[in-house]
């Protein structure tokens, strides 16, 4: 089955900074990968998501990045702010996610 | 668009009891929902595949008869946790697509606390 490894497990940056999270999957036949962002005690939201047939897709401050040759996608937050502090998880086809990223920003 | 109902949104139950636990799409139709378990601070782990008119996928490791899923409209699909051990205890959430391959629209979870 799929396997899906995420890094890093937890991300501090400074407000106004980027942070960057990846994701990495096992199965080349998966077409579907979207992130999630999960606030304490609330349920996972979809923030932005990707198809295989796209390498980049932006969102106003948030961008994700496939690459299908080396299995690997990424998520970009510009302009980081406080309430992008949250856990964000990676899932490839949807069903199969990362163990997750607590992203802290620094004020 | 796209709302998940999950309840309830916390239960506390005595070992040796069952609890059940109700997910439902409100707007739209759903032929799969998936069912997870989560720890505090870890990842969602996907406990099974419900289907609407059939018996549910179990994922690698997870007792069928420990978790009974039930399918039995396009709009419903419930968690029975049967004889509940304090180990049982745990963030149970639930989700489902309005297509395959889309996004995952997540209930609010249930919080499970076995005494």
């Known amino acids: 089955g799929e396997n899906v490894e995420q890094h890093p497990s937890t991300l501090s940056v400074q407000e106004g900074d980027s942070a960057v999270i990846k994701c990495t999957y096992s199965?080349?036949?998966?077409?579907?990968f979207p992130w999630y962002k999960q606030e304490l005690g609330k349920r996972p939201q979809l923030i932005i998501d990707?198809?295989?047939?796209?390498g980049e897709k932006k969102d106003q401050r948030i961008a994700v990045t496939l690459n299908k040759t080396a299995k690997h996608f990424s998520l970009h937050i510009t302009e980081t702010q406080p309430e992008d502090s949250a856990v964000y998880f990676c899932?490839?086809?949807?069903?199969?996610f990362g163990k997750g990223t607590h992203l802290i920003i620094q004020p | 668009g796209a709302v998940v109902s999950q309840h309830p949104s916390w239960v506390i139950c005595k070992s040796g009891t069952s609890v059940k636990i109700e997910c439902r799409s409100l707007?739209?139709?759903?032929?799969?929902m998936f069912w997870y378990r989560q720890f505090p601070k870890q990842s969602l782990m996907l406990m099974a595949t419900?289907?609407?008119?059939?018996?549910?996928?179990?994922e690698q490791g997870v007792e069928k008869d420990k978790f009974l899923i039930n399918h039995a409209s396009l709009t419903l699909s419930t968690l029975t946790v049967t004889s509940a051990h304090p180990e049982d205890s745990s963030f149970y959430i639930c989700?489902?697509?309005?297509?395959?391959?889309?996004?995952?629209?997540f209930g609010n979870g249930t919080r499970l606390t076995v005494t």
């Open positions: 419900s289907n609407e008119g059939s018996k549910a996928t179990y």
């Open positions: 899932a490839a086809e949807g069903l199969t």
């Open positions: 989700s489902a697509q309005t297509v395959s391959y889309s996004p995952l629209h």
């Open positions: 707007d739209f139709q759903a032929t799969t």
């Open positions: 990707i198809r295989s047939n796209v």
């Open positions: 199965d080349s036949a998966s077409n579907y």
